[in-house]
C-alpha cells in the first residue's frame, strides 16, 4: 500500500494534474505525440474522449507543424537571400544547403537555449536538460525527464508554463521545417538519379544524314520494325539526278521526310 501511495502521489508533486494547466499541457503533450505519460486519462469518459481527441487533433497538429515549418523555410530563404545581396555574392539565390544549415542553426539554439532554461528551473544537469530537450522535440517522449512536475509548478509558476509549452510547439515547428527540408532533399536525389537512368537507357547512336544528324534511341523488339522502306520514298530521285537504292531506317523515333528524301547510302 505505501508503494502503491508512493507511486499515485509522485507525479503530483507539481499539484493538481487536472485543473486548466495541467490539462492543457496534457492536451499539448498529446497533440504533439510526445507522450511523457507522467499522467493519464484513468476513467471511461475520459479516456473515450483523450481517443477521440487524438484522432481528430494529431493530424491537425501535423498540419500545423508543416505549415509554420514551411514558413519558416520561406522567412530564412527571405533573410539569405537579402545576407547575400548585402555581401554581394555571385549567387544570391538560397540554395537547399543554406536553408538546411540555417534550420539546423537554428534547431540547435533552441535545444541548447532550452537546455539551460530547464537546468535552472528544474535542476537537472545540462546534460540531461539536453537530453530531455531532445527527446521533446523529436516527439521520443520516453518519460524519464519531464518537466513541471516540481513545487507546484503548474499553480505556482504560470510563466514557466507558458514557457514551456513556447518551447514545445515552437521547437517542434523548427524540427519540423528541418525534416521538411531533409526530405526534399532526399526526393530531389531520387529524382535526379531516376533521370539520370532515364537518360542512360535512352541513350543511342547518331546518323550522319547527308551533313545532318539524327539521334537514335533503343527500342524494344515490337518496336523494331521499318519506319521506312524504298516504297514509302516511292523511288524518288536524289539531288544529282540518281534514283535513290533501296533502304530501310530502323532504330529511329522521328524523322524528316526532306532528309529521308535526300538520305544517300
Aim: proline letters at 3%; glycine letters at 8%; aromatic letters at 10%.
Amino acid at each position: 500500500m505505501i508503494e502503491v501511495v508512493i507511486i499515485e502521489n509522485k507525479p503530483h508533486k507539481a499539484g493538481p494534474q487536472w485543473k486548466f494547466a495541467g490539462a492543457f499541457y496534457f492536451a499539448t503533450v498529446v497533440l504533439a505525440m510526445i507522450g511523457y505519460g507522467h499522467s493519464t486519462p484513468v476513467t471511461v469518459g475520459g479516456k473515450a474522449f483523450c481517443m477521440a481527441y487524438a484522432m481528430v487533433g494529431i493530424p491537425l497538429g501535423l498540419v500545423m507543424f508543416q505549415s509554420i515549418g514551411e514558413r519558416l523555410n520561406k522567412f530564412a530563404s527571405v533573410v539569405i537571400r537579402r545576407a547575400k545581396c548585402y555581401l554581394r555574392c555571385e549567387t544570391t539565390e538560397a540554395t537547399e544547403m543554406n536553408l538546411m544549415f540555417a534550420t539546423g542553426m537554428l534547431s540547435s539554439i533552441i535545444i541548447t537555449t532550452g537546455a539551460a532554461v530547464f537546468s535552472r528551473y528544474e535542476g537537472w544537469s545540462y546534460f540531461d536538460s539536453f537530453y530531455y530537450c531532445f527527446v521533446t522535440l523529436t516527439t521520443i517522449g520516453f518519460g524519464d525527464y519531464v518537466a513541471l512536475q516540481n513545487d507546484q509548478a503548474l499553480t505556482s509558476k504560470p510563466g514557466y508554463v507558458a514557457l514551456s509549452l513556447v518551447f514545445i510547439l515552437f521547437g517542434l515547428a523548427v524540427v519540423a521545417a528541418s525534416i521538411n527540408l531533409l526530405v526534399l532533399r532526399f526526393m530531389t536525389m531520387q529524382a535526379e538519379e531516376n533521370a539520370r537512368e532515364e537518360d542512360k537507357d535512352s541513350s543511342g547512336t547518331i546518323l550522319p544524314l547527308d551533313g545532318h544528324v539524327i539521334t537514335t534511341r533503343r527500342r524494344s523488339h515490337e518496336d523494331q520494325a521499318s519506319v521506312c522502306s524504298c516504297n514509302c520514298l516511292g523511288n524518288k530521285q536524289s539531288e544529282s539526278g540518281a534514283l535513290l537504292p533501296s533502304m530501310t531506317l530502323r532504330y529511329c523515333n522521328s524523322y524528316d521526310p526532306e532528309l529521308v528524301e535526300r538520305a544517300s547510302i
